[in-house]
């Protein structure tokens, strides 16, 4: 284990989990704070880059900004493709057309007004490379184990590792996913429930250009979105698709050969995009809600999909893990610059506050969606369908998909509002 030696007086943040948020988290502090507080992430894979291969999220406008702000934009900008307009339809597999109900580009007023694209689609392999590699150069420590228990001691937490050592600090962070062994720990109540789908990723070369378009198709099974990357693959264009199938059957559909895997996509992508070939995946995700009863505990703060796990129907998963890294280093750097203890509840009270609100918000909105859009009684296609012609009509809406209502921009982290620390 590389260790280095807390200065005397200094601080000390232990982060359980090294996935995106909790880098961008040991990052944003080390960055602000330096030798003041020593960053520890602990994770089996010890951030890995590696095992994000094949994976692209959308990249909402405050999730950008703060990787501006941490000085990381221009190096996984060539990595990220703008998403310029979205394209939604509602139809059945066999229906030989896909009638387009809403749009979202920049013939909107609300897109006009952000003057910037709502999201970049981002591949998630060279995002976590250049998380790691700047997390090192800060002095971030990065231990190889998992956390097996944690426990307060006098006005600290210890944390006991599968290698068998220890370790010590002021505020541990829970970010070991959605399956928190640390959230079960601190018993800590879940309401939470597997959805009947899972989520198929892939992605996918095409011959015509995507020209910045997502497309989500809403068929019975659920969603099926087809999200731009940047160029380049075997026929010159891709796009990431993120299927939703019923969990009965995409075993039988995922278990046969390459070239009817991608009849299967053709038939649900369309041939908008030309020729298609499979240039990565598919691989099989378990798809779940799940919202935390409570985001903290004695010095122990939840984040991302330890705290909250969503439906990827509206791509949101990530970015709310974001925010919460965001949130928790504005509550972190208001208490060091006091002088006042991180882990003490006051400050993990105000993170709380901050981030359950957004977070219940987004995943109920996400699972209404869900619901509404994935299944095929007549009632219901009547409705979502008024339904969608309504929010084509009203900004108000059209900038909760667009990613700026969720929180209104002053109450928004810092690192989101594009502000430093
Ligand atoms: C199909 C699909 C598509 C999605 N698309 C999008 C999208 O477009 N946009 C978006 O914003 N979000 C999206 N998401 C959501 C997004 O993937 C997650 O919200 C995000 O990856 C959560 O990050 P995390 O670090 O909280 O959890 P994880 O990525 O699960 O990381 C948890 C980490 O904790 C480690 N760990 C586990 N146990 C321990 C332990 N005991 N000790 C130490 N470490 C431990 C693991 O090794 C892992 O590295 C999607 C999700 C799915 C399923």
Redesign the pocket.
């Given at each position: 284990m590389t260790a280095e030696m807390p200065r005397p007086g200094s601080r000390s943040l232990l982060i359980?989990?090294?996935?995106?948020?909790?880098l961008a988290l040991a990052l944003a502090l080390r960055q602000a704070h330096g030798p003041a507080l020593t960053v520890t992430v602990?994770?089996?894979?010890a951030?890995d880059p590696g095992?994000h291969r094949g994976?692209?999220?959308?990249?909402?406008t405050g999730?950008r900004r703060m990787l501006e702000q941490l000085g990381l934009w221009t190096r996984v900008a060539r990595a990220a493709e703008p998403i310029t307009a979205m394209v939604i339809s509602d139809s059945r597999l066999a229906d030989p057309v896909r009638p387009v109900f809403l749009t979202f580009g920049q013939e909107d007023e609300a897109m006009r007004a952000a003057n910037e694209p709502f999201a970049h689609?981002i591949e998630?392999e060279p995002l976590a490379e250049a998380l790691a590699e700047a997390c090192r150069a800060a002095g971030v420590i990065f231990v190889t184990?998992?956390?097996?228990r944690a426990a307060s001691e006098g006005p600290a937490i210890r944390v006991g590792l599968?290698t068998g050592e220890s370790l010590r600090g002021d505020l541990l962070v829970a970010?070991?996913?959605?399956?928190?062994?640390?959230r079960e720990a601190a018993r800590i109540g879940w309401v939470g429930w597997s959805y009947p789908q899972v989520?198929?990723?892939a992605t996918i070369g095409h011959a015509r250009p995507h020209e910045g378009r997502a497309f989500e198709h809403f068929l019975p099974a659920g969603p099926f979105a087809i999200?731009p990357l940047r160029d380049g693959g075997t026929l010159g264009h891709r796009s990431s698709i993120?299927w939703?199938e019923r969990a009965g059957d995409a075993d039988a559909l995922l278990s046969g050969e390459p070239d009817e895997i991608l009849t299967e996509i053709e038939r649900r992508f369309t041939l908008d995009l030309g020729q298609l070939a499979l240039e990565h995946g598919p691989s099989r995700?378990?798809?779940a809600f799940g919202l935390a009863r409570a985001f903290r505990a004695e010095r122990l703060a939840l984040?991302?999909?330890?705290?909250h796990?969503?439906h990827?129907i509206a791509?949101?998963?990530?970015?709310?893990?974001?925010a919460d890294a965001a949130a928790l280093a504005d509550a972190v750097t208001g208490a060091l610059r006091l002088g006042l203890d991180p882990g003490s509840p006051d400050i993990l009270r105000a993170y709380e506050r901050a981030r359950r609100f957004d977070s219940f918000a987004m995943a109920a909105a996400t699972d209404g969606l869900n619901r509404l859009f994935s299944n095929d009684a007549l009632p219901l296609r009547l409705a979502r369908d008024l339904g969608l012609g309504i929010v084509d009509r009203l900004p108000g809406l059209k900038r909760f998909f667009i990613g700026e209502a969720a929180a209104s921009r002053g109450s928004r982290p810092r690192l989101m509002r594009g502000e430093a620390l």
């Amino acid at each position: 284990m590389t260790a280095e030696m807390p200065r005397p007086g200094s601080r000390s943040l232990l982060i359980a989990g090294g996935g995106l948020p909790s880098l961008a988290l040991a990052l944003a502090l080390r960055q602000a704070h330096g030798p003041a507080l020593t960053v520890t992430v602990i994770d089996p894979g010890a951030a890995d880059p590696g095992r994000h291969r094949g994976r692209a999220y959308a990249l909402a406008t405050g999730g950008r900004r703060m990787l501006e702000q941490l000085g990381l934009w221009t190096r996984v900008a060539r990595a990220a493709e703008p998403i310029t307009a979205m394209v939604i339809s509602d139809s059945r597999l066999a229906d030989p057309v896909r009638p387009v109900f809403l749009t979202f580009g920049q013939e909107d007023e609300a897109m006009r007004a952000a003057n910037e694209p709502f999201a970049h689609m981002i591949e998630a392999e060279p995002l976590a490379e250049a998380l790691a590699e700047a997390c090192r150069a800060a002095g971030v420590i990065f231990v190889t184990a998992g956390v097996e228990r944690a426990a307060s001691e006098g006005p600290a937490i210890r944390v006991g590792l599968t290698t068998g050592e220890s370790l010590r600090g002021d505020l541990l962070v829970a970010a070991d996913g959605a399956r928190s062994r640390l959230r079960e720990a601190a018993r800590i109540g879940w309401v939470g429930w597997s959805y009947p789908q899972v989520g198929i990723v892939a992605t996918i070369g095409h011959a015509r250009p995507h020209e910045g378009r997502a497309f989500e198709h809403f068929l019975p099974a659920g969603p099926f979105a087809i999200l731009p990357l940047r160029d380049g693959g075997t026929l010159g264009h891709r796009s990431s698709i993120v299927w939703t199938e019923r969990a009965g059957d995409a075993d039988a559909l995922l278990s046969g050969e390459p070239d009817e895997i991608l009849t299967e996509i053709e038939r649900r992508f369309t041939l908008d995009l030309g020729q298609l070939a499979l240039e990565h995946g598919p691989s099989r995700h378990p798809l779940a809600f799940g919202l935390a009863r409570a985001f903290r505990a004695e010095r122990l703060a939840l984040l991302g999909d330890a705290a909250h796990v969503i439906h990827p129907i509206a791509g949101q998963g990530l970015n709310l893990g974001l925010a919460d890294a965001a949130a928790l280093a504005d509550a972190v750097t208001g208490a060091l610059r006091l002088g006042l203890d991180p882990g003490s509840p006051d400050i993990l009270r105000a993170y709380e506050r901050a981030r359950r609100f957004d977070s219940f918000a987004m995943a109920a909105a996400t699972d209404g969606l869900n619901r509404l859009f994935s299944n095929d009684a007549l009632p219901l296609r009547l409705a979502r369908d008024l339904g969608l012609g309504i929010v084509d009509r009203l900004p108000g809406l059209k900038r909760f998909f667009i990613g700026e209502a969720a929180a209104s921009r002053g109450s928004r982290p810092r690192l989101m509002r594009g502000e430093a620390l």
